[in-house]
């Protein structure tokens, strides 16, 4: 079955520092987002992606944050410099489209980021 | 804008008991509504969808979900619950013209033996 995967795993930055999360959506889908989770807190969307351009984005989405879907299959989420408030795990989604409030997200295994 | 609530963040329950984890919602449009399981170090997996119709809706696993609109709930249920049930669950919606998932704080399911 295709699924979402994401790299690293693991992440481990300086305060500063810019990251450059890593996504695989499953093949044929055409939604793309990212959420983040806190730990002991909610799952938050940041930003949506639908035909190479940003469908929609939370106000956590500041202007540290970009997206990129650099080639065919990789899609992106670059924090240009970290805080130590930027710790979380991140989750990648995809989505077919069509009635995309319909369609099931399917999220990847997460990126945890840690801000030291 | 919508809101979740997941009231319990954690229900213990011993093998082979029935199960309910309560999630309520807040919007003030029509919403769809979802339910993910998260396994240790997994991602989400949805267990199941309301989007229309009957309310009642069946997903894997044997976990089932009833939509109450005037209650505001969209409560999961499993008639037994298993070891291997043991996970942290999401509720969440969708709606509003938002593209985003709006989640609940999650309930740590833990299955006592």
């Known amino acids: 079955e295709p699924e979402v995967t994401q790299t690293p795993s693991h992440q481990v930055t300086q305060m500063g520092q810019e990251v450059i999360l890593r996504c695989v959506p499953i093949?044929?889908?055409?939604?793309f987002y990212w959420y983040r989770q806190i730990l002991g807190q909610k799952v938050e969307f940041l930003v949506s992606?639908?035909?190479?351009?940003?469908?929609?984005k939370s106000e956590i989405f500041d202007d540290q944050f970009s997206v990129e879907r650099p080639d065919g299959s990789n899609f992106t989420l670059k924090i240009r410099s970290t805080k130590l408030e930027d710790s979380a795990m991140y989750f990648c989604?995809?989505?077919?489209?069509?009635?995309?409030?319909?369609?099931?997200?399917?999220f990847g295994p997460g990126t945890r980021l840690l801000v030291l | 804008a919508q809101s979740v609530t997941q009231l319990d963040s954690q229900v213990p329950v011993f093998e082979e008991a029935p199960v309910e984890l309560r999630c309520n919602y807040s919007?003030?449009?029509?919403?769809?509504l979802f339910w993910y399981v998260q396994y240790p170090n997994q991602g989400l997996q949805l267990l199941l969808k309301?989007?229309?119709?009957?309310?009642l809706v069946k997903g894997i696993n044997g976990f089932e979900a009833e939509f109450n609109k005037s209650q505001t709930s969209f409560h999961l249920r499993k008639p037994s619950v298993h070891i291997s049930d043991t996970a942290e669950y999401f509720c969440?919606?969708?709606?509003?013209?938002?593209?985003?998932?709006?989640f609940g704080k999650g309930t740590h399911l833990i299955i006592q033996p």
């Open positions: 992606f639908y035909n190479n351009e940003i469908s929609e």
């Open positions: 919007s003030s449009v029509s919403v769809y």
């Open positions: 989604a995809s989505s077919k489209g069509g009635e995309a409030l319909q369609e099931t997200q399917y």
């Open positions: 093949s044929n889908h055409l939604y």
């Open positions: 309301y989007l229309s119709g009957s309310t």
């Open positions: 969440a919606v969708a709606g509003g013209g938002a593209d985003g998932l709006t």
